[in-house]
């Protein structure tokens, strides 16, 4: 049975609601969701459907199922502020943008942190040239054991916490640092969503906060400059020297979280302004 992950820090009325990545977990988001709400947010972690339990949990659960996780946070939520921004890691990314694309009353502001349209980062296997196979490779049921397993650095640039982060991956624990490896299945779903994404970004009407590595491992800065080049709302460029793909808590977690902070206050400094 997979035990919830989710974390809820209450605080002022503008709400920032954090979406984790593909095979990962909440925990992944903490950090930054404690620095948010240290600068007076209230910060709600979502745990995605499949995720936290077993391969096979996740191989069970379809990116429709992904994305009814965050629509539901986001419906919840809604009722407790009055400025809710969304901020998602790497396929956490995609979900945070089509949420504001289905969803264009309900969000203030996007945080789109190390966007994963596809793995083509420095250090993802040549056979992800072949995504596009997988989606026909799950629905005939092949190859349902596979799995790309993660290589170091794990997106971190930080050595501790990379020695920690494996240690954790390889111990067991889902709920704690994500499964060790991304099942072919699994990412036959992300092609999807991706493909699904693509076409919903020019409905994203919503101001972004783009955040990405310049030499992330797992996502190659280019999938930061598809969301910039075709989504509608005014666009914000953070690019960071210092880390790889896991921004949220790599070794300039400090900045993405003050520059996603100060980028919602004046979102809503500004609202407020208007409706006064």
């Known amino acids: 049975m997979i035990q919830s992950a989710d974390f ?5 009325a503008n709400g920032v609601l954090l979406i984790h990545g593909l095979t990962g977990t909440p925990t992944e988001m903490r950090v930054l969701g404690r620095s948010l709400h240290r600068q007076g947010f ?5 745990q995605l459907a499949g995720h936290c339990g077993s391969e096979e949990d996740l191989i069970a659960s379809r990116w429709q199922d992904w994305y009814a996780s965050v ?28 949420l504001a694309a289905e969803r264009p009353g309900w969000i203030s502001g996007v945080g789109v942190l190390g966007a994963t349209f596809r793995y083509n980062g420095w250090n993802t296997p040549w056979t992800s040239c072949f995504s596009f196979l997988l989606p026909a490779m799950k629905r005939f049921g092949i190859a349902r054991k596979k799995m ?34 991304n099942p072919w299945h699994a990412l036959a779903e992300l092609y999807l969503l991706s493909r699904h994404v693509r076409r919903r970004l020019p409905q994203v009407q919503a101001p972004c906060l783009i955040a ?3 030499e992330d491992d797992i996502a190659h800065v280019r999938n930061a400059y598809l969301v ?21 808590i790599d070794r300039e977690r ?10 919602c206050n004046r979102i809503a400094a500004a609202d407020n302004a208007l409706a006064a």
Do not use: C, W
Not at 254 to 263: I, T
């Open 148 to 181: 790309f397993m993660e290589e170091p650095p794990y997106g971190l640039r930080d050595e501790r916490l990379r020695s920690q982060i494996s240690a954790a991956m390889q111990s067991g624990d889902s709920a704690a640092a994500g499964l060790p490896g």
């Open 42 to 46: 209230s910060v709600y972690g979502v």
């Open 8 to 12: 809820r820090f209450e605080g002022s």
């Open 71 to 98: 629509d539901a946070a986001a419906a919840h939520m809604r009722e407790q502020v009055d400025h809710l921004f969304v901020a998602g890691l790497s396929m956490g990314a995609l979900l945070a943008l089509l």
């Open 228 to 248: 910039a080049g075709r989504v509608s709302g005014p666009v914000e460029m953070l690019l960071l020297e210092n880390s790889y793909h896991m921004i949220t």
């Open 212 to 214: 990405h590595a310049t």
């Open 254 to 263: 400090k900045l993405v979280a003050n520059r996603l902070a100060e980028f």
